[in-house]
């Protein structure tokens, strides 16, 4: 079921600027997409070494800004989340009985 909030005017947004319909966002809302090779080569080490990372898993949208500084936060044990969080995409569940015997070896690489 689809919700949408009502768009509400704000003094202190210039005139013009709101949300459309379209779902376009206004320009003084829009950030500018880190344009280093960090953020590609960070990513390429972390699919290189097989890693599970929550930027990725969560599906975060900043994702990107933290590769581009060559962060990202591991996720040791598999790709499963003991926690409930609501506004979390990580799968939830049970880990694995067994982690993988190389695992620490690998985030220590990376």
């Known amino acids: 079921m689809a919700f ?3 768009v509400v005017a704000d003094p202190e947004i210039p005139a013009g600027t709101a949300l459309s319909g379209s779902g376009r ?12 090779n960090s953020n590609h080569m960070t990513e390429g080490l972390l699919q290189e070494l097989n ?3 929550v930027c990725d898993n969560a599906k975060c949208p900043n994702r990107m800004e ?4 060559q962060t990202a936060t591991f996720m040791i044990l598999g790709n499963v989340c003991t926690r409930p969080c609501g506004f ?21 690489e990376a």
């Open 25 to 36: 966002l206004p320009r003084w809302l829009k950030r500018p997409i880190p344009k280093s």
């Open 88 to 108: 979390c995409a990580v799968h939830r569940g049970r880990p694995p009985e067994l982690p993988e015997s190389d695992e620490p070896e690998r985030v220590a």
């Open 66 to 69: 933290c590769y581009s500084q």
């Open 51 to 53: 890693l599970e990372t």
């Open 4 to 6: 949408r909030l009502p």
